[in-house]
Structure formats: C-alpha cells, structure tokens
C-alpha cells in the first residue's frame, strides 16, 4: 500500500441559471470563474500500487492533452463529418385542426429552419457552422403526414424514404443476433437464480409470429411488442425461479403455444395483455 495525493471530487450545491435564447454557455462560464476562486481541494488516499500507477499515469497524460487543439479538431469534426438525428418530427406537425394553425409547433418548425439551412449556432467552444452538417429526420407519421410540415422545412428534407414494416423473419433477428437480444437476457437473469433456461429455434419463430400477429391486429409498435411478449411468456417461471426444484428449463414452440394462444385469439384481450 502507498499513499497517494489526488484531486477530491467536488461536491456541493448546483447553480443554475435561467437566461434567455443566445445566453445558454453563460452558467459555463459562471462555473468556471467560481473554479478558479475555488482551486480543487486535495486528499490522501492508501492505494495498492497497481492502482496507483493508474491514477499517475492518468493525470500525467491529462498533462499532455492540448486541450486547444481538442477543441479545434472537434469543432472542425463537427462542421465537415457531424450528423444531426431529428427523432419523432411529426410530433411538430400541427395536423388538421379546426381551430387554425398550431402555432406553437409551427415555431418550432420556423426555429430549425436557419439551423438546417446553415447558420452559426453559439456553442461553449466557439461558432459551429451547420452548412455542412447532415440532417436526418424521422417519424411514424400515423396521425399527420409529412406534407403537413411548413413548406419551407419540407424543402430542406429533399429525399424521402418510406421504412416497411417489421415481419417475423425481422423479429427473429432482433430476438437472436443483437448482443443484449431479450432471448440472451432472460437466459442471463435466470442463471442468477441457477436456472438454466434455453430457447429452441422453432420457439424463437413462434414468439416472433405472435409479434406479428399482435401488430396486424391492434397498434403497429414495432419491436416493442417483444417485450410485453417475452415478458408475459415468462412471468410464471420468472415469479417461481428461487423455488424451483427443474434447474434445466427449455422453451419450446409448444409452450409458447400454450401460454399465448388464448391471448392472441381473444383480440380485446390482447389489446390490454399484449
């Protein structure tokens, strides 16, 4: 054991400020003027020396880091390769009212327009220009559709692709490959409880119809619908798990069957189940 010296974590009241638009990086700056007052304080730790030499290495080569030049090759990042993401646009789209425009959410239409045009946005590290920053946009468009949008933001989206549906073969995948697939994480959290669960494929494919079906017949969620799948396919195991005395537990196409085909066929049901 050694003891080392190292900067102690602050802690104390927040301060936040309310300002108006083009005044957001004021409370930056407040923090960093009150840092300078404030230097940080120091503490001794006893530390193994493998730790140690973590902690040293660490603040040498924070030592070395040209924090200008981070600063300029991000901001140089963000201008030429940067991408915006616009999740969920159509909850902006005023739709058909009988009662005029929606003005609130057409302000917020108006306010991306210059942004997605190309102007400079003030940002803590200086001016960022978004003439160069791709914008891509995304939404289900269920109750309103993209020609509801002001003209003038439908003109800065010039390319459209319509997405299909998720099918069964698309819910197999999602159920199997992906590294934290909910097949993969009830098999890890009923190991937990030394139970070992498994999933045989033709039990993959039948939950995955379930999905399928459940989707036709009431509301499209997507993916979404595997959870309250996997979950209501579960319970019971889930719920016995500490008490059970069948350590090897294989879910197969028929107990899938078994535990969801009522539910699926009572469409009303499913509604509230599934």
């Known amino acids: 054991m050694v003891e080392l010296e190292v900067a102690e974590a602050r802690s104390g009241p927040m301060i936040e400020i309310f300002s108006a638009a083009g005044m957001e ?125 002001i003209p003038e933001l439908q003109g800065r989206f010039p390319i459209r692709v319509e997405l299909d549906s998720l099918g069964k073969e698309d819910f197999v995948r999602i159920l199997t490959e992906p590294n934290n697939a909910l097949v993969k994480q009830y098999t890890e959290m009923m190991a937990t409880e030394d139970i070992k669960l498994s999933f045989t494929a033709d039990a993959v494919a039948q939950i995955a119809e379930v999905a399928t079906v459940v989707n036709e017949r009431t509301e ?22 500490p008490d059970l005395k069948e350590k090897e537990i294989v879910i197969d196409a028929k107990y899938v069957e078994e535990k969801l085909d009522n539910i699926v066929e009572d469409e009303d049901l499913s509604r509230y189940i599934l």
């Open 25 to 149: 990086d004021m409370g930056l700056n407040l923090k960093d003027m009150l840092g300078n007052i404030m230097p940080q304080k120091k503490k001794k730790r006893n530390v193994k020396v493998p730790e140690a030499l973590e902690i040293i290495a660490a603040e040498e080569a924070q030592k070395l880091i040209d924090m200008d030049k981070v600063t300029r090759t991000a901001l140089d990042r963000v201008e030429q390769s940067g991408i915006i993401f616009l999740d969920e646009i159509d909850k902006i789209v005023g739709g058909d009212s009988q009662h005029g425009p929606d003005v609130s959410r057409e302000g917020v239409q108006r306010d991306l327009l210059p942004i997605v045009e190309g102007s400079n946005v003030n940002t803590r590290y200086g001016m960022v220009k978004t003439d160069h920053i791709l914008f891509i946009a995304a939404g289900a468009f269920s109750g309103t559709k993209p020609s509801d949008l």
């Open 220 to 241: 499209n969620i997507g993916a979404r619908r595997l959870y309250t799948i996997m979950e209501t396919l579960l319970e019971d195991i889930s719920f016995d798990a």
